[in-house]
Nanobody, 115 residues
């Protein structure tokens, strides 16, 4: 079983930055894919950024040029660097990974951007 724990969320002013972390623990095989999603109240869950093993990152149009997904294999941790944050980025951000033939989700971390 794999556990994912996000951290790094919080309250930030518009134009600010945050870095989210997603730490994986448990029985971890090769992580074949990893993604960051977000969901704002009343909205559907949105794929923000993702990367497939050996591939290039992909981003939602709304965050291109502002967000960056990365991973530290030695720490089994992935990150989402968020710059130039906007009030519309306010949401619960969750990570998910595909490993060992299964998808796993973290519990989410709240990001609130004030105007």
């Amino acid at each position: 079983q794999v556990q994912l724990v996000e951290s790094g969320g919080g309250l930030v002013q518009a134009g600010g930055s945050l870095r989210l972390s997603c730490a994986a623990s448990g029985i971890i095989f090769n992580i074949n894919a990893m993604n960051w999603y977000r969901q704002a109240p009343g909205n559907q869950r949105e794929l923000v950024a993702g990367i497939i093993s050996g591939g290039s990152p992909s981003y939602a149009d709304s965050v291109k040029g502002r967000f960056a997904i990365s991973r530290d294999n030695a720490k089994n941790t992935m990150y989402l660097q968020m710059n130039s944050l906007k009030p519309e980025d306010t949401a619960v951000y969750s990570c998910n990974v595909f490993t060992g033939g299964k998808w796993y989700w973290g519990q989410g971390t709240q990001v609130t951007v004030s105007s």
